[in-house]
């Protein structure tokens, strides 16, 4: 359901062509979410079949192949809706670390120690990450959203690391 909602809501900000949609996912989430690119035209094609978007256009640059843009359309953008909602409704905050964090007492001190520094050394640079991206986008943005509110669940990392030693 994540790669429909990404795919069709990058669709409903306006035409794109598959690479795009691509180079948008990078841009937006980079190390946030792991969308392999064929599983990105896997789910274009899903779309077209399913009448929600259509092919409106061919472009093509010097000897590279032939590239489809496509368009969302209004039963797309219904689904859309519906499956945005679904995912809200249904879907529990849940972080990977979270599996990890089940077994930190397991670790030796110095692997904690080592675990909890080098974490923070991680958050500090997604921290600065996302600052550079929130600078460069208006408020109003999807993206700024999406930047704010992960930036607001680094803080909490390392405010609840911070009492870990």
Do not use: C
Not at 24 to 39: C, N, Q, T
Not at 56 to 80: A, D
Not at 110 to 117: G, P, Y
Not at 119 to 145: F, P, W
């Amino acid at each position: 359901m994540k790669i429909e909602i990404t795919i069709l809501g990058l669709l409903m900000e306006g035409n794109l062509y598959g690479y795009e949609i691509k180079k948008k996912i990078v841009e937006r989430l980079g190390d946030y979410v792991d969308i392999k690119f064929g599983s990105i035209y896997y789910a274009i094609k899903k779309a077209v079949d399913n009448n929600y978007v259509k092919r409106v256009g061919t472009e093509k640059e010097g000897g590279n192949p032939e590239r489809y843009i496509y368009q969302i359309l209004p039963s797309g953008r219904k689904y859309y809706k519906k499956i945005l909602k679904q995912y809200f409704d249904h879907t529990l905050i849940h972080f990977d670390i979270d599996i990890v964090l089940m077994f930190y007492n397991s670790l030796s001190d110095e692997q904690k120690e080592m675990f909890i520094e080098d974490r923070k050394d991680l958050i500090k640079d997604k921290m600065t990450e996302l600052k550079e991206k929130m600078d460069s986008e208006s408020k109003d943005s999807n993206a700024y959203h999406l930047y704010n509110y992960l930036e607001n669940h680094l803080r909490a990392e390392m405010s609840w690391l911070k009492t870990l030693g």
